[in-house]
């Protein structure tokens, strides 16, 4: 995909991903009002167009809705199926649903993060015999803006530096 | 000791390089333009070494959409640097590129000790063919990938050392280190780059970094966390980056090369040719705005025509075991027309098939394709073509007739199109615009949201002199009007909100394009009055 935005709407594309990205702060306006985010769509995928919403600020231990959207649903149809990772688990039952053709579905379901950090729930779109995911992030607390630096990382003599991976 | 080594290393690697930078041509995947050097030659009677080896990765095919982990096969990790490292002092003592076989070879010190160290770089400067490609981790610091071996010493007879990158893959996950993976990336564009030499033999690539890690996952937000959306092409002040999914179960594309490969054909757009696109999603259901539809159609063609495959594959998922297998021979869509990117990349991939690179390249590289007045699209490639490739012609236009694309010749506006896709309105391609008046302009949500069939109106017109001009675009409550300006390339935008948009332009003489949306998408029938004062 060619990724290509506007200046001025990248600044509101920006606010749109740090409101998702970083946790609601406490007393923050809650879901009512609240945008669906677009997910991106991966070239030559399943042309399911996934939006998201998290309804609330995600906590360890709790419950937190994710509203979902689907339009793009050709005349055979197309199913989605949920999977979760990064301590995140789904409290529905249900993780697979069919996507009627010709009209937007929307689906709410729970997650519940184990503890503080970046839990993924991650959304499979099947339709036309291709399959396109989106991963949604649940964070709970504050996200490092960093992954923890790998102690492996070395610094060659003009600055670059590399992570070398060990072989035999 | 060891410094005087690595002077010498230096001294040697310049005079390398420029040969190996006149050294191009050849061509297909067996990697033209890129020779094997060596480096590192020690004084006579210094009590010399050599070392040599082949370096491989294991690569994992991927034939129809999965990945095919018993099918993982090592491939040579090409063009890539070398470094010996004193295990000692941890200086780089000799450095080389390994050649289209993997193969390296270095002289250096008896008796000591060292470790090889191969960088997922591919660089070569010089007077002729030039590149400098490097695949980090962008949750790493932006670190280039490396491995290394262990520490050996160095002995006092020739010795060998091959060099392996495992995929990490135990049979059901990755179970360690996937090493491979960023060697699999450059190899891609390594392909890619050689496929470019082998018609363009002294092309100077712009700088280019590709980003993976097991961390990038499918999702808006900070690629530091590996957020980085999905895998595409991005150009930010100059510079230009690939970014590639890597998460397991969820979507990794390092033996996705199709996916890569297209990646690499916006790239191509970006350093050598033309793309108007406005980006966005879209899939090949899609009924596309002509500039995406032409770009993505391309990046789909391209990954066949420089991996000399006919089908796109991408896996996702569960062990990476689903995936998407796109037949590039052949558009396969009900309805197929310009607006089709499944149409453009059968067009481009059977032209390719039947004619060779050298006349598309000529063409996307052409004055008359990057600096038409008309948007890029089909329908000024097929212009630029007749130009660059005249004995060619009637080749295209048996392609375009097939898929109901107007096959007429010099006609960069498409003003002999005839197919509208089934949406009303989109035709003409192009509407005149009146320079001190007004005129309407309407768009439509029809076909989709943002850069659909319909969702941009093109306006056409010519001022006599060159000079500043006040547009105004002014539409419904419930409409946020955007527009871009064109004269050979893109010359100006306004990206306000609200129901108005109006700016002042420095335009020049001659034919201009205004091109114009709803960013609000609000309906299937929003109509603007256009003001060019």
Redesign the interface.
């Known amino acids: 995909m060619l990724q290509r935005q506007h200046p001025v709407r990248i600044a509101a594309a920006l606010a749109c991903a740090l409101a998702l990205a970083l946790p609601l702060a406490a007393g923050a306006a809650g879901p009512a009002g609240k945008a669906m985010t677009t997910a991106p769509m991966k070239s030559n995928g399943s042309g399911v167009q996934v939006q998201y919403r998290v309804d609330g600020t995600p906590e360890a231990g709790r419950p937190v809705p994710v509203v979902l959207g689907f339009d793009g649903i050709a005349a055979a149809g197309a199913t989605v199926r949920l999977a979760t990772e990064g301590g995140l688990t789904l409290t529905s039952a249900e993780t697979t649903r069919s996507l009627p053709a010709g009209q937007a579905t929307t689906w709410t379901v729970e997650v519940m993060p184990a503890a503080a950090g970046i839990g993924y729930l991650n959304v499979f779109t099947t339709q036309g015999g291709a399959t396109s995911a989106t991963s949604i992030p649940v964070s709970v607390g504050k996200p490092s803006a960093t992954m923890p630096a790998s102690g492996a990382l070395k610094q060659s003599t003009d600055g670059e530096k590399i992570l070398p991976m060990q072989v035999k | 000791m060891q410094a005087m080594w690595a002077r010498r290393s230096v001294a040697v690697t310049a005079v390398v390089a420029l040969l190996t930078a006149c050294g191009g041509g050849g061509g297909g995947g067996g990697g033209g333009g890129f020779a094997g050097s060596l480096i590192g030659v020690p004084a006579a009677g210094s009590g010399a070494v050599t070392l040599s080896g082949t370096a491989t990765y294991v690569s994992i095919p991927n034939p129809s959409g999965a990945l095919v982990y018993g099918s993982a096969t090592p491939k040579p990790i090409r063009g890539a640097t070398v470094e010996i490292v004193n295990s000692a002092s941890?200086a780089?003592i000799a450095t080389a590129t390994t050649d289209a076989s993997g193969a390296y070879s270095v002289s250096l010190p008896s008796s000591i000790q060292v470790l090889v160290?191969i960088?997922a770089q591919m660089t070569q400067g010089g007077s002729g063919a030039t590149w400098d490609v490097t695949v980090r981790?962008n949750?790493?610091?932006?670190?280039?990938?490396?491995?290394?071996?262990?520490s050996f010493a160095t002995g006092t007879g020739a010795i060998t050392r091959d060099?392996?990158?495992?995929s990490g893959w135990d049979g059901s996950r990755y179970a360690s280190?996937r090493?491979a993976a960023p060697f699999a990336v450059l190899d891609t564009v390594y392909a890619a780059q050689a496929k470019m030499l082998s018609v363009a033999p002294g092309t100077a690539f712009p700088a280019l970094k590709l980003y993976w890690s097991t961390?990038n996952?499918?999702?808006?937000?900070?690629p530091?966390?590996?957020?980085i959306?999905?895998?595409?092409?991005?150009m930010s002040n100059g510079a230009r980056a690939i970014y590639v999914l890597g998460?397991e179960?969820?979507?990794t594309d390092e033996y996705d090369a199709s996916?890569v490969a297209?990646?690499w054909g916006?790239y191509y757009q970006s350093a050598f040719s033309r793309?108007d696109?406005?980006?966005?999603?879209?899939?090949?259901?899609?009924k596309l705005d002509r500039r995406a539809a032409f770009?993505?159609g391309w990046?789909?063609a391209w990954s066949g025509i420089a991996l000399a495959r006919n089908n796109?594959t991408?896996s996702?998922?569960?062990a990476q075991g689903?995936?998407?297998?796109?037949d590039l021979t052949a558009s396969g869509v009900a309805g197929p027309g310009w607006f089709r990117e499944a149409s453009i990349h059968s067009i481009l991939w059977r032209l390719n098939s039947q004619v060779g690179f050298k006349p598309i390249n000529d063409t996307l590289t052409s004055a008359a394709f990057k600096s038409g007045v008309a948007v890029t699209s089909i329908h000024p490639f097929t212009a630029a073509f007749g130009l660059a490739a005249t004995g060619s012609a009637s080749v295209l236009a048996g392609l375009l007739t097939g898929e109901q694309i107007s096959a007429a010749a010099n006609d960069p506006f498409g003003v002999n199109e005839t197919n509208d896709g089934q949406v009303d309105g989109v035709l003409p391609m192009y509407r005149p615009a009146t320079v001190g008046g007004s005129t309407r302009a309407c768009v439509t949500n029809a076909a989709?949201a943002g850069n659909k069939l319909g969702s941009y109106v093109y306006l056409r017109f010519s001022l006599p002199s060159a000079g500043t001009h006040t547009i105004t675009v002014a539409g419904p409550t419930a409409a946020d009007p955007?527009f871009a300006l064109y004269a050979g390339r893109q010359v100006d935008?306004s990206?306000?909100?609200g129901a108005s948009e109006t700016k002042a332009v420095s335009l020049p003489a001659g034919d201009n394009v205004l091109v114009i949306n709803d960013?609000n998408n609000s309906s299937a029938n929003t109509c603007f009055n256009v003001s060019i004062q």
Do not use: C, M
Not at chain 2, 163 to 166: N, S
Not at chain 2, 224 to 227: F, H, I, K, N, R
Not at chain 2, 229 to 234: K, L, N
């Open positions: 941890a780089v160290r960088k981790d949750t790493q610091s932006d670190a280039i990938f490396a491995l290394e071996t262990p060099v392996q990158a495992p280190t090493v961390n996952v499918p999702a808006v937000g900070n530091a966390l590996g957020q959306g999905t895998t595409s092409f991005t998460k179960n969820v979507d996916v297209h990646e916006h793309d696109s406005p980006g966005g999603s879209h899939a090949l259901t899609d770009s993505e990046g789909n796109y991408d996702v998922g569960q689903q995936g998407a297998d796109i989709g955007d935008e990206v306000g909100f960013y």
